[in-house]
C-alpha cells in the first residue's frame, strides 16, 4: 500500500503537466453546461491540492490553473446561454428535464447578480446559473466581476482541504505509515459523509416520486387501513409528503440490512470473517498518538456528550412548546437502549478485547446510542434549516455516527457486525419515530437556522470539559510491556547484537533508515552527553512549530523533529544539531531494545539509534519539506568518536552490511 501510495505521487510529481491539465479541465469542464453535472471538480481539486502539501506540485500553479479553468468554464456556460437563449429549452437534457432550468431561473431571480458566486459552491446549479444569466441577458462586465470572484473564493475553497490532507499525509508518513492509515479513515469519513448526503439529498424527490407512484397504485387496489394510511402518506395537502415516503422506504431497507446482518452471526457467514480481517487490521496500524486522536474523537459519543445533547433537545421543544417531541425523543433514547440489551443478553456476544469480560456487543448499545441521539437531531435541524443547512447537517451527523463506530472498533469494543447492525436498528426506530412524528405533525415547523450553531457549541462545550478534566486515553487493552532482558557486555558484543534490528521497521518489517547505534547508557546519561557535545533536545511539537513548516525564510533546526516509531514503539530520544548549511541538520533517534547491560550491582538499559541527514527543500512554497539524505544517512561507526556523542566506542560490527557502532558511556 505504502510502496503504490509513493509510486502514484512520483509519477505525478516527475510529470506535473499532466496534473496541472487535470487541473484546468475538471475546473473548466465542471462549470460548463451539461458537462459539469458528470465531472468530478472538486475531487480533482483536492487531489491536486494533496499533491501540492506533499510537494510534488506547485501550489501557486494549482491555484492559477484551478481559476484560470473555472472563469473560462462559467463563461462558455454565459456565452451559450447569450447565444441561444430560448433554443436551449429545446435541446437534452433540458427538454426532458425542464425542471433543471427553472430551478436556475428560481435562483438567479432570488439572488440577482449574486447568483453566479453562490452558484459555484452548489453542485446541481454550478454549471446552470451561468447559462440562466447569459439567457437573461446580464451584460458581460458584470457577469465577468462576479465570475472571477467567484472562481478566486472557490479555488482555495477546494485546493487548500487538499493541501492540509496531504501536508498530514506527509508528516504522518515521515513518522509512521500507520498514522497515514488513520488520517486516510478519518478523511475517507468525512468525504463519503458528506457524499453520501449530497447523494441522499440530490435523490430524494426522484426516489420518492417513484416509490409514491408504485404506492399509490398499491392504495387504489387495497382499500383497507393499510391502503387508506397510504393514501394519507400521499395526500398532496400534506407538506411532508414526499419526506413521509422516502423515510417510510429508509425503514424497509435498514429493517432489511438489520437482519441480515442478524443471520449471518448467528450462523457464522462470512461478515463474522470480515470482522475478524477489520479488527486486526486496526490493531495493525495503531499507535500511541493514533490512540490518543481516537480516544478524544470517541467522547462524541460519550454519555456526558449525548446526556448534554438530550438536555438540549428537551429545553429546545419545551420553547416551541412541542410537548410529543419531548416524548418522541425520549421515547427514541430509552426504548431503543432497553430493546437492544434484551438482544445483548440474547445473544451473549462476547467482544474483541478479552479485558472486556461479562460484557455483550450485538447489536452495539454504543453505536446505536449515537445513532438514536444524533440521528433524531439530525432530522429536527433538517425541517427547520435550509437545503444546503440540511446537506451539512445530515453529513456531520453521519460523520460523527461514522467516527465513533471507528473509535468502538479500533479499541476492540466491538465488532464490524454489531456496528452495523446497532446502526441499522437505531435507524430503523430514528426513522419509525420520525415517521410519527410527521404524521402526527403535518405542519412545517417555524424556521431555526440558529440552531445547528447552538448545537455544534454545545458538543464542542461538552467535549472541551471531558478532554480537560480527564485526558484522552486508550483503554487498558495492551498487555504490559515486559521487562528488559538483562545480559553481560561480553554477551552483547558477541552475539546478542545480532539480535537487534538492523533497520527501523513500520507497518510489516518495511526497511526505513539503519540502525547504526546501539548504545548502553541510561537515558539521562545519554541526554547528558549529547548536550555537552553541542546536540539539543528536537523542537516539540506544537502549534507555533507547525506553523513554521509554512514560513518562507526558515533555518532547517527551526522546524520540529518528528517522533518516528520502530516496530509500533515511539522514539524515546531525539537530539538534532545543525548541518553544514542553513538547510541541513543532523537528526538522532533512539528506542529501546528490550535489554539491558549489567555492570556490576546495575544494569543500564540498550538502546538502538538511528542517524540520518535531513535537508530543507521549498519545492511549493509556502510549505518547507524536510528530506533524509540517502547517501548520509548511514552513520559510519568509524566516526562514533569525533562524531559528537561523548562515548567509548565499545565495538564495530556489520549488520547486513550496515556498519554498527557498538557505544557505550562511562560508568560514573
Given at each position: 500500500?505504502?510502496?503504490?501510495?509513493v509510486h502514484?505521487?512520483?509519477?505525478?510529481?516527475?510529470?506535473?503537466?499532466?496534473?496541472?491539465?487535470?487541473?484546468?479541465l475538471?475546473?473548466?469542464l465542471?462549470?460548463?453546461?451539461?458537462?459539469?453535472t458528470?465531472?468530478?471538480?472538486?475531487?480533482?481539486?483536492?487531489?491536486?491540492?494533496?499533491?501540492?502539501g506533499?510537494?510534488?506540485?506547485?501550489l501557486?500553479?494549482v491555484?492559477?490553473?484551478?481559476?484560470?479553468?473555472?472563469?473560462?468554464?462559467?463563461?462558455?456556460?454565459?456565452?451559450?446561454?447569450?447565444?441561444?437563449?430560448q433554443?436551449?429549452v429545446?435541446?437534452w437534457?433540458?427538454?426532458?428535464h425542464?425542471?433543471?432550468?427553472?430551478?436556475g431561473?428560481?435562483?438567479?431571480d432570488?439572488?440577482?447578480?449574486?447568483?453566479?458566486?453562490?452558484?459555484r459552491?452548489i453542485?446541481?446549479l454550478?454549471?446552470i446559473?451561468?447559462?440562466?444569466?447569459?439567457?437573461l441577458?446580464?451584460?458581460?462586465?458584470?457577469?465577468?466581476?462576479?465570475?472571477?470572484l467567484?472562481?478566486?473564493?472557490?479555488?482555495?475553497?477546494?485546493?487548500l482541504?487538499?493541501?492540509?490532507?496531504?501536508?498530514?499525509?506527509?508528516?504522518?508518513?515521515?513518522?509512521?505509515?500507520?498514522?497515514?492509515?488513520?488520517?486516510?479513515?478519518l478523511?475517507?469519513?468525512?468525504?463519503?459523509s458528506?457524499?453520501?448526503?449530497?447523494f441522499?439529498?440530490?435523490?430524494?424527490?426522484?426516489?420518492?416520486?417513484?416509490?409514491?407512484r408504485?404506492?399509490?397504485?398499491?392504495?387504489?387496489?387495497?382499500?383497507?387501513?393499510?391502503?387508506?394510511l397510504a393514501?394519507?402518506?400521499?395526500?398532496?395537502?400534506?407538506?411532508?409528503?414526499?419526506?413521509?415516503?422516502?423515510?417510510?422506504?429508509?425503514?424497509?431497507?435498514?429493517g432489511?440490512l438489520?437482519f441480515?446482518?442478524?443471520e449471518?452471526?448467528?450462523?457464522?457467514?462470512p461478515?463474522?470473517?470480515?470482522?475478524?480481517?477489520?479488527y486486526?487490521?486496526?490493531?495493525?496500524v495503531?499507535?500511541?498518538w493514533?490512540?490518543t486522536v481516537l480516544?478524544?474523537?470517541?467522547?462524541?459519543?460519550?454519555?456526558?456528550?449525548?446526556?448534554?445533547?438530550?438536555?438540549?433537545?428537551?429545553?429546545?421543544?419545551?420553547?416551541?412548546r412541542?410537548?410529543?417531541?419531548?416524548?418522541?425523543w425520549?421515547?427514541?433514547v430509552?426504548?431503543?437502549q432497553?430493546?437492544?440489551?434484551?438482544?445483548?443478553?440474547?445473544m451473549h456476544?462476547?467482544?474483541?478485547?478479552?479485558?472486556?469480560?461479562?460484557?455483550?456487543v450485538?447489536?452495539?448499545?454504543?453505536?446505536?446510542?449515537?445513532?438514536v441521539?444524533?440521528?433524531?437531531?439530525?432530522?429536527?435541524?433538517?425541517?427547520?434549516?435550509?437545503?444546503v443547512?440540511s446537506l451539512?447537517?445530515?453529513?456531520?451527523?453521519?460523520a460523527?455516527?461514522?467516527?465513533?463506530?471507528?473509535?468502538g472498533?479500533?479499541?476492540?469494543r466491538?465488532?464490524?457486525?454489531?456496528?452495523i447492525?446497532?446502526?441499522a436498528l437505531a435507524?430503523?426506530?430514528?426513522?419509525?419515530v420520525?415517521?410519527?412524528?410527521?404524521?402526527?405533525?403535518p405542519?412545517?415547523?417555524?424556521?431555526r437556522?440558529?440552531?445547528?450553531?447552538?448545537?455544534l457549541v454545545?458538543?464542542?462545550?461538552?467535549?472541551?470539559?471531558?478532554?480537560?478534566?480527564r485526558?484522552?486515553a486508550?483503554?487498558?487493552?495492551?498487555?504490559?510491556?515486559?521487562?528488559p532482558?538483562?545480559?553481560?557486555?561480553s554477551?552483547?558484543t558477541?552475539?546478542v547484537?545480532?539480535?537487534?534490528?538492523?533497520?527501523?521497521?513500520?507497518?510489516?518489517?518495511?526497511?526505513?533508515?539503519?540502525?547504526?547505534?546501539q548504545?548502553?547508557s541510561s537515558?539521562?546519561?545519554?541526554?547528558?552527553h549529547?548536550?555537552?557535545?553541542g546536540?539539543?533536545?528536537?523542537?516539540?511539537?506544537?502549534?507555533?512549530?507547525?506553523l513554521s513548516?509554512?514560513?518562507?525564510n526558515?533555518?532547517?533546526?527551526?522546524?520540529?523533529v518528528?517522533p518516528?516509531?520502530n516496530?509500533g514503539?515511539?522514539?524515546?530520544?531525539?537530539?538534532?544539531?545543525?548541518?553544514?548549511?542553513r538547510?541541513?541538520?543532523?537528526?538522532?533517534?533512539?528506542?529501546?531494545?528490550g535489554?539491558?547491560?549489567?555492570?556490576?550491582?546495575?544494569?543500564?538499559?540498550l538502546w538502538?539509534?538511528a542517524?540520518?541527514r535531513?535537508?530543507?527543500s521549498?519545492p511549493?512554497?509556502p510549505?518547507?519539506?524536510?528530506?533524509?539524505?540517502k547517501?548520509?544517512a548511514?552513520f559510519?561507526?568509524?566516526d562514533a568518536?569525533?562524531?559528537?556523542?561523548?562515548?567509548?566506542?565499545?565495538?564495530?560490527?556489520s549488520?547486513?552490511?550496515?556498519?554498527?557502532?557498538?557505544?557505550a558511556?562511562p560508568?560514573?
Amino acid at each position: 500500500m505504502e510502496h503504490a501510495y509513493v509510486h502514484f505521487l512520483h509519477l505525478l510529481s516527475g510529470h506535473p503537466e499532466w496534473m496541472l491539465t487535470v487541473v484546468f479541465l475538471a475546473a473548466f469542464l465542471e462549470a460548463v453546461a451539461v458537462i459539469g453535472t458528470f465531472i468530478p471538480g472538486s475531487t480533482a481539486m483536492f487531489l491536486a491540492g494533496a499533491l501540492a502539501g506533499t510537494g510534488s506540485l506547485s501550489l501557486g500553479w494549482v491555484f492559477a490553473w484551478a481559476i484560470v479553468g473555472a472563469i473560462a468554464g462559467d463563461g462558455m456556460s454565459f456565452w451559450i446561454g447569450s447565444r441561444y437563449q430560448q433554443r436551449i429549452v429545446r435541446l437534452w437534457p433540458f427538454s426532458r428535464h425542464p425542471e433543471v432550468l427553472e430551478a436556475g431561473y428560481r435562483f438567479f431571480d432570488r439572488h440577482g447578480a449574486k447568483s453566479v458566486v453562490l452558484a459555484r459552491f452548489i453542485g446541481p446549479l454550478r454549471a446552470i446559473v451561468p447559462v440562466v444569466a447569459g439567457m437573461l441577458h446580464m451584460t458581460p462586465a458584470r457577469f465577468y466581476a462576479m465570475n472571477v470572484l467567484s472562481a478566486l473564493l472557490w479555488a482555495p475553497a477546494h485546493i487548500l482541504p487538499g493541501v492540509v490532507f496531504g501536508a498530514s499525509v506527509l508528516l504522518a508518513g515521515a513518522v509512521s505509515f500507520r498514522l497515514v492509515v488513520i488520517i486516510a479513515l478519518l478523511a475517507g469519513i468525512l468525504w463519503l459523509s458528506f457524499r453520501a448526503a449530497a447523494f441522499l439529498l440530490s435523490h430524494a424527490n426522484a426516489w420518492s416520486s417513484a416509490a409514491g407512484r408504485h404506492l399509490g397504485s398499491w392504495a387504489c387496489r387495497h382499500p383497507g387501513p393499510l391502503g387508506r394510511l397510504a393514501r394519507k402518506m400521499l395526500d398532496p395537502a400534506q407538506p411532508d409528503a414526499s419526506s413521509v415516503v422516502v423515510t417510510s422506504l429508509f425503514v424497509l431497507a435498514c429493517g432489511a440490512l438489520f437482519f441480515g446482518v442478524l443471520e449471518d452471526v448467528v450462523s457464522g457467514d462470512p461478515l463474522t470473517r470480515v470482522d475478524l480481517s477489520v479488527y486486526h487490521f486496526l490493531q495493525s496500524v495503531r499507535t500511541p498518538w493514533g490512540d490518543t486522536v481516537l480516544a478524544g474523537l470517541a467522547t462524541l459519543g460519550s454519555v456526558a456528550t449525548l446526556t448534554a445533547l438530550v438536555v438540549t433537545v428537551a429545553v429546545w421543544m419545551l420553547w416551541e412548546r412541542r410537548w410529543r417531541a419531548i416524548g418522541y425523543w425520549l421515547a427514541a433514547v430509552v426504548f431503543s437502549q432497553l430493546l437492544i440489551f434484551a438482544m445483548q443478553f440474547a445473544m451473549h456476544r462476547a467482544p474483541p478485547d478479552q479485558l472486556m469480560s461479562g460484557s455483550y456487543v450485538f447489536p452495539s448499545d454504543h453505536v446505536a446510542a449515537a445513532v438514536v441521539v444524533y440521528g433524531f437531531l439530525a432530522f429536527l435541524l433538517a425541517r427547520r434549516v435550509g437545503m444546503v443547512e440540511s446537506l451539512l447537517v445530515a453529513a456531520a451527523s453521519m460523520a460523527v455516527v461514522i467516527v465513533v463506530a471507528l473509535a468502538g472498533l479500533y479499541f476492540g469494543r466491538f465488532w464490524v457486525s454489531d456496528a452495523i447492525g446497532g446502526a441499522a436498528l437505531a435507524y430503523v426506530w430514528v426513522a419509525i419515530v420520525a415517521l410519527t412524528a410527521m404524521l402526527r405533525h403535518p405542519q412545517t415547523p417555524p424556521q431555526r437556522r440558529f440552531m445547528p450553531a447552538v448545537v455544534l457549541v454545545v458538543i464542542l462545550a461538552s467535549v472541551g470539559v471531558q478532554l480537560r478534566m480527564r485526558p484522552p486515553a486508550p483503554p487498558p487493552d495492551r498487555a504490559p510491556r515486559p521487562q528488559p532482558v538483562l545480559i553481560t557486555q561480553s554477551q552483547w558484543t558477541a552475539s546478542v547484537w545480532e539480535r537487534l534490528p538492523c533497520y527501523r521497521s513500520d507497518m510489516g518489517g518495511d526497511r526505513k533508515e539503519p540502525l547504526t547505534l546501539q548504545w548502553a547508557s541510561s537515558i539521562d546519561s545519554i541526554k547528558g552527553h549529547l548536550r555537552a557535545q553541542g546536540w539539543v533536545e528536537g523542537t516539540d511539537l506544537s502549534a507555533r512549530s507547525l506553523l513554521s513548516l509554512a514560513s518562507p525564510n526558515v533555518a532547517a533546526v527551526s522546524l520540529p523533529v518528528l517522533p518516528k516509531l520502530n516496530d509500533g514503539v515511539p522514539s524515546a530520544l531525539v537530539f538534532m544539531r545543525p548541518g553544514d548549511t542553513r538547510d541541513e541538520r543532523d537528526v538522532l533517534r533512539f528506542w529501546p531494545s528490550g535489554y539491558a547491560v549489567e555492570n556490576g550491582t546495575s544494569a543500564t538499559p540498550l538502546w538502538v539509534g538511528a542517524f540520518v541527514r535531513e535537508r530543507l527543500s521549498r519545492p511549493s512554497w509556502p510549505l518547507n519539506i524536510l528530506r533524509v539524505e540517502k547517501r548520509a544517512a548511514s552513520f559510519q561507526a568509524r566516526d562514533a568518536a569525533d562524531a559528537g556523542l561523548g562515548a567509548a566506542l565499545v565495538a564495530t560490527v556489520s549488520c547486513h552490511g550496515v556498519p554498527v557502532a557498538l557505544l557505550a558511556s562511562p560508568v560514573e
